[in-house]
């Protein structure tokens, strides 16, 4: 390591907020948050993080997801002391984790920096493979469900959820939030062949809200359930109404915006 | 098993020349390709029809892919007696294959139908993930190189390449076909965003042809060949002048044409 990579500081180690960008293939990660046991994608940020700096570093993110859900653009924050610029430390960050998890981007962020609570809304994707077999290729990052589907119902049934409501209907059972009511901003549901995709853009999400939410607009798409039905769910905002929750390796948190 | 589903035949066994379309993620597999030991896609197949229709199968394949080189849409074809009907053997195969192969598609050819032999031209997709960093949702199916790029000078020299020619520069080195002539029907490269994708379609291809044309192809993305020197290697149809090869995980066989 050189002293020209520390920049004006002329070597000399400065306390910095770093801001990190991630991606990761959640499936071999036992979800987003330091666990007991389990391979963690806090932990083994924490590992690789604490390894390079020498001293025990505690990182924040700025949401969770589950085993088996991916993140294309996951934020993350901690405070260290370092002389190494931001692309210096990405790279030696990434040459201490697998394969299965990149730092994508890395600056220096403002003392109070907060991931999860500066946080103004999050994108969340959600794939599904429409077809009779499923697919080797996009297995691990798209629910395979069989036709036919009715896109236009569950492009009705999205629109009924856009707005600041109680999403009651699809928190987690057994979640212990204050309040249920979110934003969400956007909805919508594009296709490209046999490949669907829901983009959910909100304030922010109750543990598994998108995947229940996916799972209940499902209903809608077979027929099961029509767009009254989905909207009375809706209304009532108590779990037990809603459909299934869709399986974890579909979705994707895309981008969280600030 | 019903009857009802050998159609026509009243349950009586028929003899079917069955013809597949096989879809496989390479990363697992020894290569497409039968061999004394590791898991093939051949074996893979030849072992779950066997297991199907109680009587050892030997499948035929439209080409060779080596290990780690995937495909959407392989062809295969074997001979066998049976009172299945297509639709029930493509869901009984896939039950006994693994997650990483399964076949999307069964009908019955005529008797002389020779998936290798008959084929008129076969469609190769090679992605680049053209980025700083790796990227773990496409690790296993882009190959990761650091920009810049230069896609213009990689278009033309592409462009060099379409027509019928002696492809000897891009042959494998041990290879002993009889002939490196081979026609390019169409090429080109396509990009959205940091994914990068060669398109290839050619009445034949050598054996790793599309990897040693692509490694070529980046020295000239990368401003170390010149679209002269690119031509004169081509011209020359000599292994040793061409690029290194590219790795086998960036190469998708798209589709067999017929």
New interface residues.
């Given amino acids: 390591m050189t002293t020209a990579m520390a920049g004006g500081a002329g070597g000399a180690d400065a306390l910095r907020r770093v801001r990190l960008t991630l991606?990761?293939?959640g499936t071999d990660f036992a979800g987003s948050q330091r666990q007991a046991s389990g391979r963690t994608v806090q932990g083994e940020l924490e590992r690789a993080a604490g390894e390079l700096h020498g001293e025990p570093v505690s990182v924040l993110l700025a949401g969770r997801t589950d085993s088996g859900t991916?993140a294309?653009g996951m934020v993350a924050a901690y405070t260290v002391r370092t002389r190494l610029g931001p692309q210096v430390l990405?790279r030696a960050l990434?040459a201490r984790l697998g394969?299965?998890?990149?730092?994508?981007g890395c600056e220096w962020a403002a003392p109070e920096f907060h991931p999860r609570f500066d946080a103004r809304s999050k994108l969340y994707r959600y794939r599904l493979w429409v077809?009779e077999?499923?697919?080797?290729?996009v297995?691990r990052?798209a629910w395979h469900v069989r036709g036919p589907l009715d896109a236009s119902a569950m492009r009705e049934a999205l629109g009924a959820l856009v707005g600041e409501r109680d999403f009651g209907a699809f928190r987690s059972s057994g979640s212990e939030v204050r309040t249920s009511v979110r934003r969400l901003l956007r909805a919508r549901l594009g296709r490209r062949g046999r490949l669907w995709t829901f983009e959910l853009e909100g304030s922010g999400f109750l543990r598994h809200q998108v995947r229940a939410m996916v799972g209940t607009l499902l209903e809608v798409g077979r027929g099961r359930l029509q767009l009254e039905g989905f909207r009375a769910i809706v209304e009532a905002a108590r779990r037990e109404a809603a459909g299934p929750t869709a399986p974890a390796h579909g979705l994707?948190l895309v981008r969280v915006l600030y």
């Fill in positions: 991606a990761y293939d991916h294309l990405a990434n394969p299965d998890m990149r730092v994508l077809a077999h499923s697919h080797p290729l297995r990052t994707v």
